[in-house]
């Protein structure tokens, strides 16, 4: 079964950048789409960036000119740099690829503060 390993993440004043790693068991490059998603208190997981096999990336309208996703496939990692944080950022990241069922990992904790 795939195992998918988030870290990075941490406590960081608004305005201030991440860097988060996500490391696959799989073999990634097989893989079309890659993405990261986040989850806030309250509120439902979503999908905040996404890396296609063809070097193509989609963001959410709520992070895209301060979120960059990367994807090295020779070594099975994903990451995901995030500049220009804002409190509203704040949630729990998970990195998957949609649509392959593979279980979520335990995701890495981004707490932004004012």
């Known amino acids: 079964q795939v195992q998918l390993v988030e870290s990075g993440g941490g406590l960081v004043q608004a305005g201030g950048s991440l860097r988060l790693s996500c490391a696959a068991s799989a073999n990634i490059g097989s893989i079309n789409v890659m993405g990261w998603f986040r989850q806030a208190p309250g509120q439902e997981r979503e999908l905040i960036a996404a890396a296609s096999g063809d070097g193509s990336t989609h963001y959410a309208d709520s992070v895209k000119g301060r979120f960059t996703i990367s994807r090295d496939n020779a070594k099975n990692t994903l990451h995901l740099q995030m500049n220009s944080l804002k409190p509203e950022d704040t949630a729990m990241y998970y990195c998957?690829?949609?649509?392959?069922?593979?279980?979520w990992g335990q995701g890495t904790q981004v707490t932004v503060s004012k």
């Open positions: 998957t690829a949609p649509g392959m069922g593979w279980p």
